[in-house]
């Protein structure tokens, strides 16, 4: 049997060298898409596997993940000084102090603030009531009663118009 040397197709780069060097190549501020990216693959290496586009999703993700590419509004950037910063989604943590704790402010208590005592303490204080005092005021609690003309109210101290 005769061995005949098959026509190999010419060997590509691995696949994270052909993407930076379509980052390279296509250098733009506001980063390249996955389909711009694979075009140029294209155009520049010719014939590529079947799966090309599930092999470049897959590297993609493996260098982003690594921090080789960073992700923003879906074109990928090679991370640096112009990259913008992603902020996650919610309310910022509050910074934090020297000591690692969250803390509201210098020595602000929680809670309500206390009314402070001019020196009226016999307004400010509460009154205590015994038991046996019960209604000193005279009035009853609640809202009054109402009168209808002709009748005769039942206790004392309420008057009739």
Known sequence: MATEEVSKPPSLPPYPQMIMAAMDALKDNEGLSKASISKYMEATYGDLPAGHANLLTQHLNTMKQKGELVLVKNNYMKPGPDVPVKRGRGRPPKPKAE????????????????????????????????????????????RPRKIVEGQVPRKEGVEAN
């Open 99 to 142: 000591d690692g704790v969250a803390h509201d402010g210098p020595g602000k208590p929680r809670g309500r603030v206390r009314k402070e005592n001019d020196g009226h303490t016999e307004q400010v204080a509460k009154k205590v009531k015994s038991d046996d005092e019960g209604k000193s005021t005279g009035k009853p609690r609640g």
